[in-house]
């Protein structure tokens, strides 16, 4: 009898504590405010897009966001901070979701990430997202967002990557970019963006403006303090004046694409030597695309004091005069693209002998003696009518 009991006390027990485990999973962890933030998100979205499985077809309010363990409900799209009392990110799937972003994202103040790319959302990017002190990424790429960047957007003193790229954005880019001091990566090609470039964020390692309407020079305040950029592509704009030799010493460029723009010029400076005496070049440039311009002089020499760089493209502009001796000595080149111009001349030996390992193209020039049996002299010269009219009937052999 006394075993009978005992076991019966112990099933008692253990029915207990089942039941206290399982009260603890489902009690209301989540703050309410973060919770009624995730219902409008949900809300803004038409339902006719949320398709059963998605993960937002998983966010049933029946159930607490972050309680665990997450079966049937809440199965992606978000996480929760360790205390599973706050929403920390929102990394949406790219589900064909049609929608706005609600204001009431605001309330979702301890986000570090949101994620709402390849989706539908329209509309404009709400004001009110400058609530969200501690997010480190925003990322609304491929979406069909319109309107100007919110101004407030630049008030996110944490956020280190900024990704609105292929979207419907118009207007000038805020002043006060240069105020996002942590920014590391800016992302806004493929936009209808106008005006000039502003004063950009001093630390960035990223920038990426390409095919919008961005119009002016490239000024040298407006790079200040850019020691750490490593990346630049504002390729398939309207900028203008000549690129000039300061920008290309910025100390941590990498990969340069100006192609498509209406640069009438550009300026090469030597690069600074490497520290510690030696007589290399400090310059980490590999690429430099300044394909499809207006800029006319000659090709610029010095680009052959840049050790590192393998592919140079200046074709379709208006170079003219001979193809620097100096290109053939770059030991670093793989691609050189000069097609398109009205150079003259021979091209240096070493550039279209046997055995050389560039490829690319200096035809559609005004060259003697570039020999047939080389790819780049391919396709043939201009017409020896047009190199004389261009030269204005001076000869060019």
Not at 62 to 83: A, E, I, K, Q
Not at 189 to 217: M, V, Y
Not at 221 to 250: D, H, I, K, R
Request: charged share 10%; glycine share 6%; hydrophobic share 35%.
């Amino acid at each position: 009898m006394q075993n009978l009991n005992f076991l019966s006390l112990t099933i008692i027990s253990l029915s207990l504590i089942y039941s206290h485990t399982n009260t603890i999973l489902v009690q209301a962890l989540t703050s309410a405010s973060d919770t009624a933030a995730l219902k409008a998100f949900k809300a803004s979205i038409k339902p006719s897009s949320i398709t059963p499985w998605s993960c937002l077809a998983s966010w049933n309010f029946t159930t607490d966001p972050c309680s665990l363990p997450r079966r049937t409900h809440f199965l992606c799209g978000l996480t929760c901070n360790p205390d599973s009392t706050r929403i920390n990110q929102i990394t949406l799937d790219p589900a064909s979701y049609s929608g706005t972003l609600t204001p009431l994202i605001s309330q979702l103040t301890q986000l570090t990430t949101l994620d709402l790319s390849e989706n539908n959302f329209f509309g404009p990017i709400p004001s009110s997202i400058s609530s969200l002190s501690n997010l480190q990424t925003l990322t609304l790429r491929s979406n069909s967002f319109s309107g100007p960047i919110p101004p407030s957007i630049t008030t996110l003193k944490s956020l280190q990557s900024l990704d609105l790229s292929h979207n419907y954005l118009s207007g000038y880019l805020p002043n006060s970019v240069s105020s996002l001091t942590t920014l590391r990566r800016l992302d806004l090609s493929f936009n209808k963006l106008t005006g000039p470039i502003p004063k950009l964020p001093p630390n960035l390692l990223e920038l990426a403006i390409k095919a919008n309407s961005l119009s002016g020079p490239l000024q040298k305040q407006n790079f200040e303090g850019m020691n750490n950029l490593e990346v630049v592509e504002l390729s398939e704009n309207a900028l203008s004046g000549t690129v000039e030799s300061w920008f290309f010493l910025l100390p941590s460029l990498q990969q340069v694409d100006l192609a498509n723009n209406t640069f009438t010029g550009v300026q090469i400076s030597r690069p600074a030597a490497a520290r510690g005496g030696s007589s290399s070049s400090s310059s980490n440039l590999v690429a430099l695309n300044l394909g499809f311009n207006r800029i006319r002089g000659y090709a610029p020499a010095n680009l052959a004091a840049y050790p590192a760089l393998s592919f140079l493209s200046i074709r379709y502009n208006a170079l003219r005069g001979a193809i620097p001796l100096e290109y053939g000595e770059i030991k670093s080149m793989k691609r050189l693209f000069l097609d398109g111009n009205f150079l003259v001349w021979k091209p240096p030996a070493r550039l279209v002998g046997a055995g050389t390992a560039v490829s690319g193209s200096l035809g559609d020039n005004c060259l003697q003696g570039c020999p047939g049996s080389s790819q780049l002299c391919s396709p043939a010269q201009k017409p020896s009518s047009v190199c004389k009219q261009a030269y204005r009937g001076r000869p060019t052999t």
